[in-house]
């Protein structure tokens, strides 16, 4: 049996964990106050007077306000010299200005009335002429604006909101390696819990337990769990699965501490592996390690990809995207959203930069077999990554 795997149950792995002893600080008024900052420099370089931000994660990330996209227009109009003014339904004013971190003006609409029209009201009455929208928000927002901008010129946020959130601060790495922690843990836990024939749902709900006990916002994240020729679709396939002697098992997760990501897969076997199972977590290996050796500052995002994909090629897989292979992209950025610009892709020629965040998951697929995925996250420093997890040390020992 592979160390660590098996030999108890969930009921004991739960009453033996907590949340860790000394949590890290959440982001505070004076950080989002630094962005905002940030953003009108970066507008003013872009020669945008104003931006809109739309309800989601990158509101969230300039205002500290938690709130959803819907069909009721949410957000934030930053002009580049003056106080934020924040647009949103009337009887919303009193939940929005509980979540709210930075002091703002509140611009509200009742349910008959128009808030974009609202909103150009108030792009008006800054003299805006160039105005950056969120590149998330949807297009009825992009379409009803246009329709009430006039002679504004409606331009894309991404330079300002991407050049903002890709870097992260001091104080967003330690959430993420706080978030990591305890999702790693987890790992650890959930793999001594498996035993022939449990099956997939309750192994989603251990992991979503251990997050709760372990202090994360709200549970998992998400959960995905995969046994057996499973393992072979990158998220898998409808049903419970039930574990059964010698299954390869992939366990993708993650949580959320002050918004800020998890996101770790470990692949294992339940029993013995086979020397097909061992060779190619071997070369996953080899891939990810290459990855993460290759960043240095300055380099493209795609040049990370490209190593790992020369890794699995040079042992007979792909190329490129063909199976069995690598089917997808080596990583992704992460931080608030759990997929984020910057991409590890052929095509991203974003230069790496420190602060930066990324996943390491250069996945092999072997169809109609199973499937090896290794992720674990990095972040870029002034001499080349550092690890927020360290990675899998082995298939035989994967948790050490």
């Not at 990501?261 to 020397?275: H, K, L, M, S």
């Amino acid at each position: 049996m592979t160390k660590g795997v098996g030999g108890s149950t969930a009921q004991i792995e739960l009453s033996q964990i907590s949340p860790p002893a000394q949590r890290v600080r959440r982001i505070g008024a004076d950080e989002h106050q630094q962005r905002l900052d940030k953003a009108r420099r970066l507008m003013t370089d872009h020669g945008v007077d104003a931006m809109i931000v739309n309800a989601g994660h990158s509101l969230r990330y300039f205002t500290g306000l938690a709130w959803g996209a819907t069909e009721r227009l949410v957000a934030m109009v930053l002009p580049r010299k003056g106080e934020p003014v924040m647009i949103c339904p009337a009887f919303e004013i009193g939940s929005l200005e509980a979540g709210m971190k930075i002091p703002s003006t509140v611009r509200s609409w009742e349910e008959d009335e128009n808030p974009y029209a609202l909103t150009a009201a108030v792009l008006r009455e800054m003299s805006v002429d160039t105005v950056a929208l969120d590149p998330l928000a949807s297009f009825l927002t992009a379409n009803e604006l246009r329709k009430q901008a006039g002679s504004m010129s409606l331009v894309d946020a991404s330079p300002v909101i991407n050049g903002c959130r890709m870097y992260k601060s001091a104080a967003e790495l330690d959430l993420m390696r706080e978030a990591k922690a305890i999702t790693l843990e987890v790992h650890r836990r959930t793999a001594r819990i498996l035993a022939p024939g449990i099956r997939a749902s309750e192994v989603r709900h251990f992991i979503d337990s251990a997050h709760r006990t372990m202090g994360a916002d709200g549970g998992s994240s998400f959960c995905a769990v995969q046994f057996g020729e499973a393992t072979s679709y990158p998220h898998g396939v409808p049903g419970d699965q039930q574990l059964s002697e010698g299954d390869i098992v992939l366990i993708d997760t993650g949580c959320l501490v002050d918004g800020y990501n998890a996101d770790i897969t470990r692949t294992y076997v339940f029993g013995e592996p086979t020397e097909h199972h061992a060779r190619m977590w071997e070369l996953e290996h080899r891939a990810q390690k290459a990855a993460f050796d290759a960043v240095r500052p300055g380099v493209p995002c795609e040049d990370i990809d490209a190593v790992a994909r020369r890794v699995l090629e040079g042992a007979g897989l792909g190329p490129d995207y063909r199976l069995p292979g690598l089917p997808h992209r080596t990583g992704h950025g992460i931080g608030l959203s759990i997929h984020e610009p910057a991409y590890l892709v052929r095509g991203d020629k974003t230069p790496l930069a420190p602060g930066m965040c990324f996943s390491n998951e250069p996945m092999i697929v072997i169809p109609g077999a199973f499937g090896i995925r290794l992720e674990d996250h990095f972040y870029v420093t002034e001499e080349g990554a550092a690890w927020f997890t360290e990675p899998s040390p082995s298939l035989e020992a994967p948790f050490g």
